[in-house]
């Protein structure tokens, strides 16, 4: 294997174990939602990524009985 194949494997690796984590601890996925509006969505446009978080924010603290404390 050449130095780039392991760079590339390594870094796929490393993109993929970064979004299992994101999902673990609740970080919205600004990409996946994009490739997801324009697949299911044409007519849509997508969120900003500023507007994204906002939202994904506003959902994750307004909803009830959704906090521990």
Same mark, same amino acid.
């Given at each position: !294997? $050449? $130095?780039? &194949? @392991?760079?590339?494997? $390594?870094?796929?690796?490393? &993109? *993929?174990?970064?979004?299992v984590?994101?999902?673990v @601890?609740?970080?919205?996925?600004?990409?996946?939602?994009?490739?997801?509006?324009?697949?299911?969505?044409?007519?849509? &446009?997508?969120?900003? *990524?500023? &507007?994204?978080?906002?939202? *994904?924010? !506003?959902? *994750?603290?307004?909803?009830?009985?959704?906090?521990?404390?």
């Amino acid at each position: !294997m $050449t $130095t780039r &194949e @392991i760079l590339r494997v $390594t870094r796929e690796r490393v &993109e *993929r174990a970064a979004c299992v984590v994101r999902r673990v @601890i609740g970080v919205p996925d600004y990409d996946l939602y994009v490739a997801h509006v324009r697949a299911n969505h044409p007519d849509t &446009e997508p969120l900003s *990524r500023e &507007e994204f978080v906002q939202q *994904r924010l !506003m959902d *994750r603290y307004n909803r009830p009985g959704n906090r521990c404390c």
